[in-house]
């Protein structure tokens, strides 16, 4: 089975442009989770999608934003970047409440 | 508020020694608890997780965990470390829908 992929690995931005990054889970698991990795605040949950509808949000500005699809994909979205979202985005899925998250290998996003 | 604390940044073993990674909680009631581990420019791998039952776990690669209540601790184990075993080292709890991580533990094996 194939697991969590993300895309794209790497993407250089400039302050103030926007992006957008994919992420497709394990065939069958209906939430998908983000989290922000960065050095100095380490790993931030970033929110939670199942079935289309977002569950749980983290501390973030409205700047990030995220949605989920039919087929349980999903994508977030950072508009007007900053040099402070400079990081390592990982996406996460799971099978059910009581299962544990699975991670893709990130999306490291650079802003210049 | 729910936290964990990872107290060692790094740590360093020599190849075939054992190890001990500490992870300490808070939170109210009975939490779910993992850990991951995370190798340079990669996503976090799942080691182990302690949802109920048994406070020992058993885990992937040779890691064991044990879950003590008294103690608000999930440390993490292996009796004989292998060069492979060198990256960062995350404890996390989930108090709902999210995960809240430790801080890490940077591993690192001599040979």
């Known amino acids: 089975k194939a697991g969590v992929t993300q895309t794209p690995r790497y993407l250089i931005k400039t302050r103030g442009q926007q992006v957008t990054l994919s992420c497709s889970p394990i065939?069958?698991?209906?939430?998908v989770s983000w989290y922000q990795q960065t050095p100095g605040q380490g790993l931030q949950f970033l929110f939670e999608?199942?079935?289309?509808?977002?569950?749980n949000k983290g501390n973030f500005p409205g700047r990030f934003s995220g949605r989920q699809f039919s087929n349980s994909r999903s994508e977030m979205n950072v508009s007007t970047l900053e040099l402070g979202d400079s990081a390592l985005y990982l996406c996460?899925?799971?099978?059910?409440?009581?299962?544990?998250?699975?991670f893709g290998n990130g999306t490291r996003l650079t802003v210049t | 508020a729910q936290s964990v604390t990872q107290p060692d940044i790094h740590i360093t073993v020599s190849e075939g020694a054992s190890l001990e990674l500490r992870c300490n909680y808070s939170?109210?009631?009975?939490?779910?608890l993992f850990w991951y581990v995370q190798s340079p420019g990669q996503g976090l791998q799942l080691l182990l997780k302690?949802?109920?039952?048994?406070?020992l776990v058993q885990g992937i690669k040779g890691f064991e965990a044990e879950f003590k209540r008294s103690q608000s601790s999930f440390n993490l184990r292996k009796p004989s470390v292998h060069w492979s075993d060198a990256a960062e080292y995350f404890c996390?709890?989930?108090?709902?829908?999210?995960?809240?991580f430790g801080t890490g533990t940077r591993l690192q094996v001599f040979p």
């Open positions: 996460a899925s799971r099978s059910s409440n009581n299962s544990p998250l699975h």
């Open positions: 065939s069958g698991h209906r939430s």
């Open positions: 999608y199942f079935s289309e509808t977002q569950r």
């Open positions: 939170y109210g009631a009975t939490p779910y």
């Open positions: 302690y949802f109920s039952g048994d406070t």
């Open positions: 996390a709890v989930r108090p709902g829908d999210k995960l809240i």
